[in-house]
């Protein structure tokens, strides 16, 4: 078995602010992906990476940069906060292939004021 | 491009009730479909998942789903609910060579 550890669990920030989540793993997984969860909208895809230094832009990838330097961590920075902004930002990683499992993190809550 | 939808926001059945939880997707060829659900304050984990064969697939706590190209869909359904199935359900659709996208959710609540 392995988990994903998300840090922080709660963040806060003013607007404007640039903000990084982190998302570590021990599965071995080769892809990761980050997902933003909204109250009624579902998870919407930001970036998801296949391997070590890949990236690919999902849906919503709009305002977040992301970084793969490792195949066992990958980080997302909200580049400018939204005032009022409130979301659920999960992390997943899976084997590999489309077909795969994901496995997810228990998320960070964001907040910006 | 692939779209999940999810039409009902909420269900609410009566504990030991049949359960149909409704996903619809749009891809023009047959997709990987997977439900995942959410229990209060844990991360998502995986019921089940379809990639070819038996449209009716099995999953985790006595669920199963049915694959329907025709009407494509893949409707999750269980013969009696308990209080504690109480949770958000996703389903989800994946191509080949890309991520994973969700639905919006169904919220499930159970009463005794």
């Known amino acids: 078995g392995g988990i994903i550890t998300q840090t922080p669990k709660f963040l806060i920030g003013q607007e404007g602010q640039k903000l990084t989540l982190k998302c570590q793993q021990n599965f071995n997984h080769d892809t990761m992906y980050w997902y933003r969860q909204d109250s009624g909208k579902g998870l919407r895809l930001i970036y998801y990476?296949?391997?070590?230094?890949?990236?690919q832009k999902g849906d919503l990838s709009e305002g977040y940069d992301a970084s793969r330097e490792k195949k066992s961590s990958f980080s997302l920075t909200v580049t400018s906060a939204q005032k009022n902004e409130m979301a659920v930002f999960l992390c997943a990683s899976s084997r590999g292939s489309s077909a795969e499992t994901l496995y997810f993190g228990s998320g960070t809550r964001l907040t910006v004021l | 491009a692939q779209s999940v939808t999810q039409p009902d926001a909420r269900v609410t059945v009566s504990e030991g009730a049949s359960l149909q939880l409704r996903c619809k997707y749009s891809?023009?060829?047959?997709?990987?479909l997977f439900w995942y659900v959410q229990y209060p304050r844990q991360g998502l984990q995986l019921l089940l998942k379809?990639?070819?064969?038996?449209?009716v697939v099995q999953g985790v706590n006595s669920f199963e789903a049915e694959f329907s190209k025709s009407n494509s869909s893949f409707h999750l359904q269980k013969a009696s609910v308990h209080w504690s199935d109480s949770a958000v359900y996703f389903c989800?659709?994946?191509?080949?060579?890309?991520?994973?996208?969700f639905g919006a959710g169904t919220k499930l609540s159970v009463k005794p």
């Open positions: 989800a659709l994946s191509m080949t060579n890309n991520a994973p996208r």
């Open positions: 379809y990639y070819s064969g038996d449209p």
């Open positions: 990476s296949i391997t070590e230094n890949d990236l």
């Open positions: 891809y023009s060829a047959t997709p990987y």
